[in-house]
C-alpha cells in the first residue's frame, strides 16, 4: 500500500460525498456523445416539448403552476415515451429546483431516507424528487414519502406506465396532483426526427443524412407512439450507413419485421383490449372485434381467456336469440386446449365473428337478476309442499310431492303468465317461420336480412363476413 493511500485510509475528514441522487444532466452540463440519441435529444425548455397539447396547452393548469413555481406533487402516467422523464427535467429547469433522480427498481429504503435527509437539511434548494417507475416501490417505501411531501420538504414527481389507481398508496395520490400523458401522434414522432436529423450539437447533424418525409413516418407509425423507441431506431440507422447517405424504405424493413405490439399480460393494455373486444362483439361489430382479437393474439394473450371470454359472450348477451352461440363457443373452447396456437387463431375467429354477428338478447341475465333481487328483497320463500321431494315414507305421510306435474299439465296455461317462457317460444316461432322465406329470398336475389325481434338488437349487416348461399 502506498504512503497516499495510508494517508487517505486514515484520514479524519472523508471526502466529500456527492448528493444522493444527484442528475448532472439537468444542471446544464455538456451531453456525452456516447448517450443515446434520446437521451442527448431531450427538451431543455417547455417550449421543446412536443404533444401533450391536454396538458401544455397555453394558459393550462400545469403551466401555471410551473410559471409561479407553486406546485406540488405531481404524478405522471403514460406509456414509455411519452415524455415524463423530459417533462419533469424541463420543469426542474424552469424552476432552478435542485433535482434528484431515483430508479424505483434499483433504490431503497437506505437511499431514499439520506436523500430526505439532504432535503430537510436545504429547504433553500427546493428539492424535486423525481422517482422513475414509482409503481415498483412496495408499501413501505411510499409510505416513507408521506411525511416530508406533506411538509413540502420535497416535491415528488413520480411516473408510472401503470394505472396510479391500483399501484400508488391512496395517501400518497390524494397528495398529488395527477397528470396522463398520451402516446406521441406520428406527426409530432416525425418532427422531432427532422430536428436530431439537422442538430449538429446534440443529434445526428454531423453525419449529413437524410430522409424523406414518408420514411420517417413510416418509421414514427412502426414505434407507436414512442418517442425513445423512434430516436433510438433513427441513430441505429444512420450509423449503420455511409456519412451523406439517404435513409430508404428498405432500411426500415428490418424494424417492420421486428415491431412488437404494446400489450401487457395483466395490466392496462389486457383489461382495456378485452372491454373493447367484448364491447364491440355485444354491439354487432365484427370489424372491430376481429381488430381486437387480432391484437390480444399479437401481444401474446392466453387464447384460452380469450375463449372462456366468449362462452360468457354467448349466454350474457345473446341468450335465447341464438342459443347455438353456445355451442359454438364451447366447441372453440375445447379446439384452443388440444390445437394450440397458431392454428386455435381460426378457431377463435369463427367464434367471434358468429357471436359479433348474432342476434343479441340479455334476458338470462335480467331474469337471473330479478331473481336474485327478490331473493335479497323479500322474506326467503320455503319450498311449497306440492313441489317437496316425496321419497320416504315420512314425507309422504306429511303430504309432501303429493300433486303430480308433468308437461301435459301446462299446456293450457296462457304464455304471457310467464315471461322468459314467451319470449324463448317467440324467438323459436319467429326463427323457424324465417327459414323459407330466407331460402326464397336467396333463390330470387332479393333481401335476405332478418327483421327485427322484439327486445333485441337489430341484425347486423353479413355481407362483410357471410356469404350467401346459391
Not at 363 to 377: H, I, R
Amino acid at each position: 500500500m502506498s504512503e497516499g493511500e495510508q494517508s487517505d485510509l486514515f484520514a479524519t475528514d472523508p471526502p466529500e460525498r456527492p448528493d444522493p441522487g444527484r442528475d448532472s444532466s439537468v444542471g446544464g452540463g455538456p451531453v456525452g456523445r456516447m448517450q443515446p440519441l434520446a437521451a442527448r435529444m431531450r427538451p431543455r425548455t417547455l417550449a421543446e416539448m412536443v404533444g401533450q397539447e391536454h396538458i401544455l396547452r397555453p394558459g393550462g393548469l400545469l403551466l401555471r403552476l410551473v410559471a409561479g413555481n407553486r406546485f406540488g406533487s405531481l404524478i405522471f402516467y403514460g406509456p414509455p415515451g411519452s415524455g415524463k422523464t423530459s417533462l419533469a427535467e424541463v420543469i426542474a429547469r424552469e424552476t432552478k429546483s435542485r433535482f434528484v433522480r431515483v430508479n424505483a427498481v434499483m433504490s431503497n429504503v437506505a437511499e431514499l431516507r439520506d436523500i430526505l435527509a439532504v432535503a430537510r437539511r436545504r429547504p433553500e434548494a427546493g428539492t424535486i424528487l423525481f422517482i422513475d417507475e414509482l409503481h415498483r416501490f412496495n408499501k413501505s417505501q411510499q409510505d416513507l414519502l408521506l411525511p416530508d411531501v406533506e411538509e413540502g420538504s420535497v416535491r415528488l414527481i413520480g411516473a408510472t406506465t401503470h394505472n396510479p389507481g391500483f399501484y400508488v398508496n391512496p395517501p400518497l395520490l390524494s397528495r398529488s396532483h395527477l397528470f396522463r400523458l398520451d402516446p406521441l401522434t406520428p406527426a409530432h414522432v416525425v418532427s422531432v426526427l427532422k430536428r436530431a436529423l439537422g442538430d449538429v450539437e446534440r443529434g445526428l447533424g454531423s453525419r449529413g443524412c437524410t430522409a424523406a418525409d414518408p420514411v420517417l413516418l413510416d418509421l414514427a407509425k412502426l414505434c407507436d407512439g414512442d418517442l425513445r423507441r423512434a430516436l433510438n431506431a433513427l441513430e441505429v440507422l444512420v450509423l449503420s450507413l455511409p456519412e451523406r447517405a439517404a435513409i430508404t424504405p428498405a432500411e426500415l424493413e428490418t424494424f417492420a419485421r421486428e415491431r412488437r405490439i404494446r400489450y401487457d399480460a395483466d395490466e392496462d393494455e389486457h383489461y382495456d383490449t378485452i372491454s373493447a373486444f367484448i364491447k364491440s362483439c355485444r354491439g354487432c361489430d365484427p370489424d372491430a372485434a376481429m381488430y381486437w382479437l387480432a391484437k390480444m393474439l399479437a401481444g401474446g394473450e392466453d387464447p384460452r381467456f380469450i375463449a372462456r371470454r366468449l362462452v360468457i359472450l354467448a349466454s350474457e348477451d345473446i341468450g335465447l336469440a341464438d342459443s347455438h352461440a353456445l355451442s359454438v363457443a364451447v366447441a372453440a373452447h375445447q379446439a384452443v386446449d388440444f390445437i394450440g396456437l397458431p392454428e386455435a387463431e381460426l378457431t377463435l375467429a369463427h367464434a367471434t365473428l358468429y357471436i359479433a354477428t348474432a342476434s343479441k338478447s340479455n334476458s338470462a341475465t335480467e331474469a337471473l337478476g330479478a331473481a336474485k333481487a327478490a331473493l335479497a328483497d323479500q322474506p326467503v320463500q320455503s319450498v311449497p309442499i306440492q313441489l317437496r321431494d316425496k321419497g320416504g315414507q315420512a314425507s309422504k305421510r306429511m303430504g309432501h310431492g303429493r300433486v303430480t306435474f308433468t308437461a301435459t299439465s301446462f299446456r293450457r296455461r296462457s304464455p304471457a303468465r310467464n315471461t322468459w317462457e314467451s319470449r324463448s317460444r317467440s324467438i323459436r316461432r319467429n326463427r323457424l317461420a324465417l327459414k323459407p322465406r330466407l331460402r326464397i329470398g336467396s333463390r330470387a336475389g332479393g333481401n335476405s336480412r332478418p327483421p327485427a325481434r322484439a327486445g333485441s338488437l337489430p341484425p347486423p349487416n353479413p355481407k362483410r363476413w357471410v356469404h350467401p348461399a346459391g
